[in-house]
């Protein structure tokens, strides 16, 4: 029989934090479900510290990923061999507590007739060390609305879901819209949320469930401008798209929120890179 959840990590260029986020999802407290992981052609040792995992009864290791198509190549073919009805994506050097699983399931069938359910995240370092406790969800708490949880992330200007790490969703909505939305790339996990949300509502567990790595190395001045642009851009999308949904002024504040937010990411990052 097919797991309740499918978890699956698109991995790239882990192969240093890859071993704790495998091993945080192996860890998990609720037993129905699978784990499918894909290398996407690392030139580190991400695919020797996969195969320590091939014969580990829970986990499928596919074979590599062919180079190429960004984020969503990988996102999309991990996700595409996901069997549960449930999904969760977790980025390959992120971590989920141990009583993750268990804890969102039980929040969808407490709720039924929802369709994706998020939690806070910490935000830690290259060496697992808390930089912000319980971040995300503004808010939102327990069961809400679609359309109120879209405004909520639009008006505040960010990703108030968070990483994927943090969401849990029906996979038969991903396979109805067509898989992840790479539209925007550096908002390829809202965009894709704010799409599943469209068909129902959300419950929020305000707790740090997942922990969200952040380093020196990924970030940029020049990547807070851009998801600045792309999150402005989005907004406008949603508003044309979807009539009734957002107003103008809702826009107008999440633009705003936006362009600060890109403002006090740079600061963030070159705080980051000199801390590291």
Same mark, same amino acid.
């Given at each position: 029989?097919?797991?309740?959840?499918?978890?699956?990590?698109?991995?790239?260029?882990?192969?240093?934090?890859?071993?704790?986020?495998?091993?945080?999802?192996?860890?998990?407290?609720?037993?129905?479900?699978?784990?499918?992981?894909?290398?996407?052609?690392?030139?580190?040792?991400?695919?020797?510290?996969?195969?320590?995992?091939?014969?580990?009864?829970?986990?499928?290791?596919?074979?590599?990923?062919?180079?190429?198509?960004?984020?969503?190549?990988?996102?999309?073919?991990?996700?595409?061999?996901? @069997?549960? /009805? *449930? =999904?969760?994506?977790?980025? %390959?050097? &992120?971590?989920?507590? #141990?009583? $993750?699983?268990?804890?969102?399931?039980?929040?969808?069938?407490?709720?039924?007739?929802?369709?994706?359910?998020?939690?806070?995240?910490?935000?830690?370092?290259?060496?697992?060390?808390?930089?912000?406790?319980?971040?995300?969800?503004?808010?939102?708490?327990?069961?809400?609305?679609?359309?109120?949880?879209?405004?909520?992330?639009?008006?505040?200007?960010?990703?108030?879901?968070?990483?994927?790490?943090?969401?849990?969703? @029906?996979? /038969? *909505? =991903?396979?109805?819209?067509? %898989?992840? &939305?790479?539209?925007? #790339?550096? $908002?390829?996990?809202?965009?894709?949320?704010?799409?599943?949300?469209?068909?129902?509502?959300?419950?929020?567990?305000?707790?740090?469930?997942?922990?969200?790595?952040?380093?020196?190395?990924?970030?940029?001045?020049?990547?807070?401008?851009?998801?600045?642009?792309?999150?402005?851009?989005?907004?406008?999308?949603?508003?044309?798209?979807?009539?009734?949904?957002?107003?103008?002024?809702?826009?107008?504040?999440?633009?705003? @929120?936006?362009?600060? =937010?890109?403002?006090?990411?740079?600061?963030?990052?070159?705080?980051?890179?000199?801390?590291?």
């Amino acid at each position: 029989m097919n797991p309740r959840v499918s978890v699956v990590v698109p991995a790239y260029n882990n192969a240093r934090y890859l071993a704790a986020t495998l091993d945080s999802i192996l860890a998990q407290d609720y037993p129905d479900y699978e784990l499918v992981v894909a290398d996407h052609s690392s030139t580190d040792d991400t695919a020797g510290v996969l195969e320590r995992y091939v014969s580990h009864p829970k986990v499928r290791v596919l074979s590599p990923t062919p180079r190429g198509g960004g984020a969503l190549a990988n996102w999309n073919r991990v996700s595409g061999h996901a @069997r549960g /009805e *449930l =999904l969760k994506l977790v980025c %390959g050097d &992120d971590l989920i507590a #141990p009583s $993750l699983l268990r804890e969102q399931v039980e929040a969808l069938d407490a709720h039924p007739g929802t369709v994706l359910v998020a939690c806070s995240r910490d935000v830690i370092d290259a060496a697992g060390g808390i930089l912000i406790r319980g971040r995300g969800l503004a808010a939102l708490d327990g069961r809400v609305r679609g359309e109120e949880a879209l405004r909520a992330t639009v008006r505040a200007g960010t990703n108030i879901f968070g990483e994927p790490a943090c969401v849990l969703f @029906r996979r /038969e *909505l =991903l396979q109805r819209e067509g %898989g992840w &939305d790479s539209t925007w #790339p550096y $908002l390829i996990d809202q965009a894709t949320y704010a799409r599943i949300l469209l068909h129902g509502d959300m419950v929020a567990l305000r707790r740090p469930l997942a922990s969200f790595r952040v380093s020196a190395g990924q970030w940029s001045v020049r990547l807070a401008g851009q998801h600045a642009r792309q999150s402005m851009e989005f907004h406008r999308w949603l508003r044309q798209a979807h009539s009734g949904l957002l107003s103008a002024g809702d826009v107008a504040i999440g633009n705003m @929120r936006a362009t600060a =937010l890109g403002l006090a990411r740079r600061a963030a990052y070159v705080w980051l890179r000199r801390r590291m």
